[in-house]
């Protein structure tokens, strides 16, 4: 009994730990556009400025997270065979409710995302996590992990649009598709290197994004290379030193010989 | 009636200047995904091919036959979707029953369209362009149609020159941090770029 109760606040003590991790995991390390490739559609799209990426980051997190509730909540009456059209059909109302929402309370969001609202549904990020996390874990994972990869998918997009809007424009508006009580913009720079049409259009999306993922790769490689390195610098070092223990071994043994 | 030119226009315009990969942004998933090889990519652009068009009649009538004399257009996305998927299924079905080769070519792609924002996208777009207005809720349909054959080949186009493209990225040397997915989306920019100037056509 003494045991358990020594026991209990170590677990508990794990596990708020794992959790934390859960929602970290979706930001770096398991990036859903910057490692997975899921959601590219949207994060091509929509990302021609900061607000209408995070708009669409958000919408995307509401949409993540009820899903995920509702699919990890049904998950036992589900018949496997039918698994992927229930998935979608769930994910289509949720879809249908943020449509309404964002029409009704902002407007000049739901015109700017136009048909990629109700492309939400066939978002291969939301199909993904239903499919391949929330159908397996409990309901409280499966909201932290929603969140995560969510946060991580709109952090993403915010710096995609950032590229994009800074080069395209020179300055961050704030406000205009938003409905935030202000208006206005940071970083009004006059230069000719941040006035490139290109960059709100089709072809600058795609180089953006190709950019941004070399750097990731680059920074990768670089700590892979780091971590490689140092390994076997330890390997050098335990091999030194188990050397050193036979020579110690051999000469002890040639002692008790004499 | 209605006049060639209008199927004409409708099948330059969506195939070129609005094409569904480079100009729309739509179908990202398998232009990056199944455009490693020549072969698989065509496969994919027949499946693609055939579930657009076949989606897009049916969507059409659904829509205005059904669902906006109802007054319950809000639930439309919904109602698509459950068309796209149902008819993917059939499609695998009939396939499987009349043809083993044709299956076994196409049959692995059926299920990743279902998940295809290329499908959905042109059916929501053929919808939100309104042709009803412009040439009769009937004569509609066969433009809706005509468009969405005219997407669909774009797709394909776009899907053949990319994965030709990437079979020789293959052999070329590129910079380690550069490989795989972010050099393909820098081509696919340059790509892009050449689209925007067929932009003054039609």
């Known amino acids: 009994m003494a045991e358990k109760t020594k026991k209990n606040p170590m677990k508990k003590k794990k596990q708020q730990l794992g959790q934390l991790a859960n929602f970290t995991k979706g930001i770096i390390r398991e990036n859903p556009i910057f490692v997975f490739l899921l959601g590219m559609c949207p994060a091509l799209a929509v990302t021609a400025t900061l607000e209408t990426g ?28 039918i698994r992927i059209p229930s998935y979608i ?80 424009t020179g300055a ?57 390195v140092e390994r076997q610098a330890w390997i050098e070092e335990k091999k030194k030193e188990a050397a050193e223990r036979k020579r110690k071994k051999a000469m002890e043994k040639a002692g008790e010989a004499a | 009636m209605i006049s060639p030119t209008v199927f004409f226009v409708a099948i330059v315009s969506s195939m070129l200047i609005n094409n569904v990969v480079l100009m729309r942004f739509l179908g990202i998933c398998p232009f990056l995904g199944v455009s490693k090889r020549t072969e698989s990519a065509l496969g994919m652009s027949l499946a693609v091919m055939f579930v657009m068009v076949v989606s897009s009649i049916l969507t059409y009538i659904i829509y205005y036959y059904i669902l906006a004399p109802l007054d319950i257009t809000f639930i439309s996305t919904i109602a698509f979707i459950l068309v796209i998927a149902s008819l993917v299924q059939l499609v695998e079905l009939f396939i499987k029953k009349i043809s083993k080769k044709l299956y076994k070519g196409l049959g692995i792609y059926l299920p990743l369209i279902v998940t295809n924002c290329a499908i959905l996208g042109v059916v929501e777009i053929n919808i939100a362009q309104g042709y009803p207005e412009d040439y009769g809720l009937f004569n509609g349909l066969w433009v809706a149609t005509t468009s969405a054959f005219g997407a669909a080949l774009g797709f394909a186009l776009i899907m053949f020159a990319f994965s030709s493209i990437r079979e020789r990225l293959e052999a070329a040397e590129v910079p380690a941090a550069w490989q795989g997915v972010p050099v393909s989306l820098v081509v696919a920019g340059i790509m892009a770029l050449a689209f925007l100037g067929l932009g003054g056509i039609v």
């Open chain 1, 89 to 168: 059909v769930i994910i289509a109302t949720f879809v249908t409710i943020v449509g309404m929402l964002t029409q009704a309370y902002a407007y000049a969001l739901y015109q700017s995302l136009g048909i990629f609202i109700p492309l939400i549904v066939v978002n291969c990020l939301i199909m993904g996590r239903a499919t391949a996390y929330a159908s397996k874990n409990d309901v409280k994972s499966s909201i932290i992990d929603g969140l995560g990869m969510g946060v991580g998918f709109l952090a993403a997009l915010a710096l995609i649009g950032i590229t994009r809007e800074l080069f395209a």
């Open chain 1, 172 to 228: 961050i508006a704030y406000g205009v598709y938003l409905p935030l009580p202000f208006e206005g913009s940071i970083i009004n720079t006059s230069m000719y290197l941040f006035n490139m049409n290109v960059f709100v259009g089709p072809a600058g999306g795609f180089i953006v994004i190709g950019i941004w993922l070399a750097i990731f790769n680059a920074r990768g490689n670089y700590l892979k290379k780091k971590k490689e």
């Open chain 1, 54 to 81: 995070v708009g669409m980051g958000i919408l995307v997190i509401f949409v993540l997270t009820a899903s995920n509730i509702v699919v990890s909540l049904i998950k036992n009456f589900i018949p496997d065979e």
